[in-house]
């Protein structure tokens, strides 16, 4: 019996370890087995001076410490949250994507489905016209075991630390749970695109997993997203500067995402808002040029021209009033945006191309 269990673990263990293997020839950079783990990152101190007695009852949630700022019994509502993870005072913005979207400069990107390789990712990382890559994680078989081992291949932005890449990572993931949003950030993802997003409530919810705290609950898993081929070197630190440079689009897709178009737009923390054109002709019967839908496309306009939040949709739409933010690489000299449509769907585009949009 444990011989079949341990020929089981080796036929489990041998196609991850044969993966890794694979990119370390190929000169993709360290494999994600390679980041040691070190106790939640805390160092072993020489001494416990504020450590409770042995086998007694401290009192902590009554009285406070010595020197605290948080006087009086624990409150979680009166909680003063402490400087530590606080940037100095005009600790400048890194992250090439947040920095374009707060001045309103126009971003674009490169569609990467999830089960490509890393040459492909490569290929659109490394050119300079795209901003970030827009890794498919709703419409793509990929698991993010794929997505990891495509951006560590290219990992962070040259210039920075040990990194690499023009474009920053970024992915769609399928729905606001914290699993997906926790597995793409601490991987490195600089960028969270999530989908069909139907109420002012959903948008709270991927807020809250995508920031740290104060602002969010995102837990402090960053094993790899600290280290310095990703944002280790980061002006101010990563963990720190996170919350600043992180950059949240929400895709409305569905007409219960257009009632709420207005409370979604202005949820803090939402960079930009996204308008689905495919699935908003999917979810409503119509389609681009119809009076009913262009309506629908209009109310995502307003509500990001409302809330001040940057408006975001297919690069054919790059002469679009208002629109900022693409999925799909800039126009061709002469010639009007590339993409079209809500999102890849199809196969791994060819090294350094954007996946056809659907």
Same mark, same amino acid.
């Given at each position: 019996?444990?011989?079949?269990?341990?020929?089981?673990?080796?036929? =489990?263990?041998?196609?991850?370890?044969?993966?890794?293997?694979?990119?370390?020839?190929?000169?993709?950079?360290?494999?994600?087995?390679?980041?040691?783990?070190?106790?939640?990152?805390?160092?072993?101190?020489?001494?416990?001076?504020?450590?409770?007695?042995?086998?007694? /009852?401290?009192?902590?949630?009554?009285?406070?410490?010595?020197?605290?700022?948080?006087?009086?019994?624990?409150?979680?509502?009166?909680?003063?949250?402490?400087?530590?993870?606080?940037?100095?005072?005009?600790? *400048?913005?890194?992250?090439? =994507?947040?920095?374009?979207?707060?001045?309103?400069?126009?971003?674009?990107?490169?569609?990467?489905?999830?089960?490509?390789?890393?040459?492909?990712?490569?290929?659109?990382?490394?050119?300079?016209?795209?901003?970030?890559?827009?890794?498919? &994680?709703?419409?793509?078989?990929?698991?993010?075991?794929?997505?990891?081992? &495509?951006?560590?291949?290219?990992?962070?932005?040259?210039? &920075?630390?040990?990194?690499?890449?023009?474009?920053?990572?970024?992915?769609?993931? *399928?729905?606001?749970?914290?699993?997906?949003?926790?597995?793409?950030?601490? &991987?490195?993802?600089?960028?969270? =695109?999530?989908?069909?997003?139907?109420?002012?409530?959903?948008?709270?919810?991927?807020?809250?997993?995508?920031?740290?705290?104060?602002?969010?609950?995102?837990?402090?898993?960053?094993?790899?997203?600290?280290?310095?081929?990703?944002?280790?070197?980061?002006?101010?630190?990563?963990?720190?500067?996170?919350?600043?440079?992180?950059?949240?689009?929400?895709?409305?897709?569905?007409?219960?995402?257009?009632?709420?178009?207005?409370?979604?737009?202005?949820?803090?923390?939402?960079?930009? =808002?996204?308008?689905?054109?495919?699935?908003?002709?999917?979810?409503?019967?119509?389609?681009?040029?119809?009076?009913?839908?262009?309506?629908?496309?209009?109310?995502?306009?307003?509500?990001?021209?409302?809330?001040?939040?940057?408006?975001?949709?297919?690069?054919?739409?790059? /002469?679009?009033?208002?629109?900022?933010?693409?999925?799909?690489?800039?126009?061709?000299?002469?010639?009007?945006?590339?993409?079209?449509?809500?999102?890849?769907?199809?196969?791994?585009?060819?090294?350094?191309? *954007?996946?056809?949009?659907?």
């Amino acid at each position: 019996m444990k011989l079949r269990y341990m020929v089981a673990a080796m036929c =489990v263990a041998l196609p991850v370890v044969a993966g890794v293997a694979l990119a370390q020839q190929a000169g993709r950079g360290p494999a994600l087995s390679e980041a040691p783990l070190t106790g939640d990152g805390v160092a072993a101190p020489a001494a416990f001076p504020l450590q409770a007695a042995k086998g007694v /009852d401290s009192g902590a949630k009554a009285r406070p410490l010595p020197g605290s700022t948080n006087t009086g019994a624990f409150n979680k509502n009166t909680w003063k949250f402490g400087p530590r993870s606080t940037p100095a005072p005009g600790t *400048p913005l890194w992250s090439p =994507v947040k920095k374009k979207m707060v001045a309103g400069e126009k971003v674009y990107s490169a569609t990467i489905n999830a089960h490509g390789t890393p040459e492909q990712y490569c290929a659109a990382a490394m050119n300079p016209q795209y901003d970030f890559i827009w890794t498919e &994680m709703q419409h793509s078989p990929g698991t993010y075991q794929n997505a990891a081992l &495509m951006w560590t291949a290219c990992p962070g932005l040259a210039g &920075m630390g040990e990194g690499k890449a023009h474009a920053m990572p970024g992915a769609r993931i *399928p729905t606001t749970n914290e699993m997906d949003v926790q597995h793409a950030t601490d &991987m490195g993802a600089m960028v969270i =695109v999530i989908p069909t997003i139907d109420s002012a409530a959903e948008a709270a919810e991927g807020v809250k997993w995508t920031y740290f705290p104060p602002m969010g609950r995102r837990s402090a898993g960053s094993n790899v997203a600290g280290q310095p081929i990703w944002w280790g070197a980061a002006p101010g630190g990563y963990r720190a500067t996170y919350n600043d440079n992180v950059t949240l689009i929400l895709m409305i897709e569905t007409l219960e995402g257009i009632s709420e178009a207005d409370q979604i737009a202005a949820t803090k923390g939402v960079t930009g =808002v996204f308008a689905a054109s495919s699935d908003l002709g999917n979810f409503s019967g119509y389609g681009q040029g119809d009076p009913d839908y262009e309506r629908l496309i209009n109310i995502v306009h307003d509500a990001t021209v409302k809330a001040k939040v940057r408006l975001c949709g297919p690069s054919a739409w790059n /002469d679009r009033n208002d629109f900022t933010c693409f999925q799909g690489g800039p126009p061709a000299p002469g010639g009007r945006g590339a993409g079209r449509g809500r999102g890849a769907r199809g196969a791994a585009p060819a090294a350094g191309a *954007p996946a056809p949009a659907q």
